[in-house]
């Protein structure tokens, strides 16, 4: 993956914080491992998967400095939740390898699709929360 900024909100990639702790309940504690690039092994109820993260090492960071019982999971298996002591650090996880980061570029027609997409991804989020029974 590279070091340039990534904009994307699939899978894998960011998650928006504004939501994600009110509604990422209720949460499993996790085992993990990383095993190379993007991908870890995750054990959840004694199931053990493959994982991706598009900044594999920002995961490994927080996974270092994490209590030893301080690694969770949402049901949907979407957000990893990792407990450091000093804070605590969310993770958008898939389980299939992730799609490539969104780059910034000066071209006005990728700028446009990308407006597109967050737009998209906008506009289904608002639909899920009102599905829930949540304004948006």
């Known amino acids: 993956m590279s070091n340039t900024e990534c904009f994307s909100f699939h899978p894998g990639h960011h998650i928006h914080h ?3 702790d009110e509604f990422s309940q209720p949460r499993t ?8 690039d993007n991908a870890f092994l995750v054990t959840l109820n004694g199931k053990t998967e493959y994982w991706f993260h598009h900044k594999p090492g920002r995961l490994l960071n ?3 400095r994490s209590y030893k ?3 969770e999971v949402t ?4 957000f990893l939740f990792v407990y450091t002591g000093q804070a605590i650090e969310r993770f958008s996880m898939s389980q299939e390898n992730i799609t490539s980061c969104i780059q910034v570029t000066n071209n006005p027609k990728v700028h446009t699709r ?3 997409m ?3 991804i906008h506009a289904q989020n608002i639909r899920k929360l009102i599905e829930r029974g949540i304004s948006a």
């Open 62 to 64: 927080a996974l270092t």
């Open 29 to 36: 504690m996790v085992a993990i491992s990383h095993v190379m």
């Open 18 to 20: 504004s939501k994600i």
């Open 114 to 116: 990308v407006a597109l």
């Open 75 to 78: 049901r949907d298996k979407k």
């Open 69 to 71: 019982e301080g690694i």
């Open 118 to 120: 967050i737009k998209d």
